[in-house]
């Protein structure tokens, strides 16, 4: 049985974000499209983004999350929900706290381009060899905003 699903647009400086949930919590953000389902907005995902994009980098860290992935997905969201706001990994960083080697960084960025909740789970804090801005799914200027917006080293705003 497939769950039902809700989702809620929420107008972003980055342009219109798509949120959908389940029951259980929060299963996608993307930027590219609705997400399917009734509308609604049961967990307060637009509230809590709303917060975000005005200041507050802590606010997404209270939505319940609902996210369908494999084992080493799953650990690798996890990962990227351990990066405090400001600062970046990268993906042979983040492969190696998970008990892998530097040669795991592409299985680390594969499960990071499977993201399927943008901002929540923050893989915009994941970086290429030597600090470069690589892959984001929502697009490489809207990782450099995000990355900005939290105050990253070597990032502003536009």
């Not at 969201?77 to 990066?83: C, D, K, T, V, Y």
């Amino acid at each position: 049985m497939v769950e039902p699903r809700q989702h809620v647009e929420i107008a972003t400086p980055l342009g219109p974000l798509q949120v959908a949930s389940t029951p259980g919590g929060i299963c996608a953000a993307r930027f590219d499209g609705p997400p399917g389902g009734t509308l609604g907005d049961p967990h307060g995902a637009a509230a809590a983004f709303a917060a975000w994009f005005a200041g507050d980098l802590r606010a997404l860290a209270a939505l319940p999350l609902d996210l369908a992935g494999t084992p080493f997905q799953r650990q690798v969201w996890a990962a990227l929900q351990g990066i405090p706001p400001g600062a970046v990994r990268s993906y042979a960083q983040l492969s190696q706290a998970l008990g892998g080697t530097a040669a795991g960084a592409r299985a680390v960025g594969r499960a990071c381009a499977r993201n399927p909740a943008l901002v929540c789970v923050p893989c915009h804090r994941a970086l290429g060899a030597g600090g470069r801005l690589v892959g984001y799914a929502g697009g490489l200027p809207r990782k450099r905003w995000l990355l900005a917006h939290e105050g990253a080293p070597g990032f502003c705003v536009p």
